[in-house]
């Protein structure tokens, strides 16, 4: 963000009056939440794992430290695209506002995006993955797609709503078709809620109410006079609330919303679709502890690569920016080059020279080579950009943080990923480079390389 902003209204849960602030953060640092009202002003970091509590919201919590109703506002953050943001609050929970995110996306887009250096590093879905519980018939499923996108199904027993669903294909629509809906409750819930010391701020100014089993009249006055709700009528079935419904199917826009909001806990934007069924906040966070789990598995993502894409420097060109020939020419072509990041393919056959001697009877590429074909990617990368990359040579000063994580043997296609970790400073590069065969990662370095132009 370019600027910072604050938000304040009663707590949906507690009823104090609480103000949240949110403050531009610098690169990488994700989204905190600081408690400012208690002793040391502890940082809760807003990640899966640290959720606690689901039953009628989303509270993250640090040792003692606790804040709730976080979703709406992190909603707001992630489908806005943004980031890093250093939220301060002044209770244990975010204030409710009007029970929707749109009063968020409206001071984000007041104060301005602010982009940054780092480059966005999405977690692209490439397979299908699921997660169901069986004892709600609740399911989320996450399946491959160009953008992050969203449907959510809702299922009660109510003829209000029996069965609702809403999509969102662009988050650019965010602020359109899903800010301003509502969080929304029935009547039988409520005097459970209050029971649990839950919704002490709730009000018909922050919530859809949906009246759907007749009750007596003292019961639902007695329901009223505990939330200070005005007298309705006990034979009146339906939507009770001071504002009307934005849409018919807002109760599951607002799931959709919550779903979004749960999502930034993964702590990466992802490219992906979810469709869930019967979404909820303990499911939502189950699913985003699963992926959080699932991009530390796989840290760093094979890019993409289509055999049938044409080169974009190929064998040829290659030859003319470096110096190496049979047999130390390890990389075939390069894919791409955006972003600052290569992509290069080798591919391994089974009449490389090396597997005369490594292995005879198991044939398995050198780890050296498969560093110096990485440092050759790198090495492509940095002369890219120079105009007379054919009288410059590019030479190893140090090799870091080597992982060899899986053999390399023929018929492999090793795909190579490499970037410069800091900007060319007095002739030095420091590549951090990857090999990968498949989506599995089998190589790891970082490269130190000098430039020196050729005598």
């Given at each position: 963000m370019a600027g910072s902003f604050s938000l304040s209204s009663k707590g949906l849960h507690t009823g104090l009056d609480l103000t949240v602030t949110f403050n531009p953060a610098p690169e990488n640092y994700g989204y905190k939440i600081q408690r400012i009202d208690l002793e040391g002003q502890p940082i809760i970091d807003a990640v899966a794992e640290n959720v606690v509590e689901t039953t009628r919201g989303t509270v993250l919590a640090k040792r003692d430290a606790k804040v709730s109703t976080v979703e709406?506002?992190?909603?707001?953050?992630?489908?806005?695209?943004?980031?890093?943001?250093?939220?301060?609050?002044?209770?244990?929970?975010?204030?409710?506002?009007?029970?929707?995110?749109?009063?968020?996306?409206?001071?984000?887009?007041?104060?301005?995006?602010?982009?940054?250096?780092?480059?966005?590093?999405?977690?692209?879905?490439?397979?299908?993955?699921?997660?169901?519980?069986?004892?709600?018939?609740?399911?989320?499923?996450?399946?491959?797609?160009?953008?992050?996108?969203?449907?959510?199904?809702?299922?009660?027993?109510?003829k209000f709503i029996s069965s609702q669903f809403a999509t969102l294909d662009d988050m650019n629509l965010f602020e359109k078709e899903i800010a301003a809906a509502r969080t929304f409750v029935f009547v039988r819930e409520i005097e459970p809620l209050l029971m649990a010391g839950l919704i002490k701020g709730g009000d018909l100014n922050n919530a859809v109410v949906i009246y759907e089993k007749q009750t007596t009249q003292e019961n639902l006055d007695k329901l009223c006079d505990l939330t200070g709700a005005p007298h309705h009528n006990a034979e009146e079935?339906?939507?009770?609330?001071?504002?009307?419904?934005?849409?018919?199917?807002?109760?599951?826009?607002?799931?959709?919303?919550?779903?979004?909001?749960?999502?930034?806990?993964?702590?990466?934007?992802?490219?992906?679709?979810?469709?869930?069924?019967?979404p909820g906040h303990t499911i939502n966070n189950k699913f985003a502890r699963l992926m959080r789990?699932?991009?530390?598995?796989?840290?760093?993502?094979?890019?993409?690569?289509?055999p049938t894409q044409p080169a974009l420097i190929d064998n040829r060109r290659i030859q003319d920016m470096l110096p190496h020939r049979?047999?130390?020419?390890?990389?075939?072509?390069?894919?791409?080059?955006?972003?600052?990041?290569?992509?290069?393919?080798?591919?391994?056959?089974?009449?490389?020279?090396?597997?005369?001697?490594?292995f005879p009877n198991e044939p398995v590429m050198p780890g050296v080579l498969i560093i110096e074909a990485m440092a050759q990617a790198g090495g492509l990368?940095?002369?890219?950009?120079?105009?007379?990359?054919?009288?410059?040579?590019?030479?190893?000063?140090?090799?870091?943080d080597v992982k060899f994580r899986q053999k390399v043997v023929p018929g492999d296609t090793l795909l190579f990923r490499a970037s410069l970790s800091t900007p060319i400073h007095h002739g030095i590069a420091t590549i951090q480079a990857y090999a990968f065969v498949g989506e599995n990662c089998v190589c790891e370095a970082s490269l130190t390389a000098q430039i020196v132009k050729n005598k």
């Open positions: 709406h506002g992190l909603a707001a953050l992630y489908a806005m695209g943004v980031d890093n943001v250093h939220i301060t609050v002044n209770g244990p929970e975010f204030p409710i506002l009007d029970g929707s995110a749109i009063m968020y996306v409206e001071q984000i887009k007041k104060v301005g995006i602010q982009e940054q250096e780092a480059h966005k590093d999405f977690y692209v879905i490439k397979h299908k993955m699921e997660f169901k519980d069986e004892a709600t018939g609740s399911c989320i499923t996450l399946l491959p797609d160009e953008e992050f996108s969203i449907t959510a199904m809702i299922d009660f027993q109510s079935m339906g939507y009770i609330q001071n504002k009307p419904l934005v849409w018919e199917n807002e109760p599951a826009r607002h799931k959709l919303l919550d779903i979004v909001g749960d999502m930034a806990l993964i702590g990466k934007p992802i490219k992906g679709r979810i469709i869930a069924t019967r789990k699932e991009i530390r598995q796989h840290e760093v993502q094979a890019p993409h690569y289509d049979y047999p130390m020419q390890l990389v075939d072509k390069v894919v791409e080059i955006k972003n600052g990041v290569i992509v290069a393919v080798k591919n391994v056959t089974a009449n490389e020279p090396f597997f005369q001697g490594h990368l940095v002369l890219n950009d120079m105009k007379d990359a054919g009288s410059i040579s590019t030479y190893f000063l140090k090799i870091d």
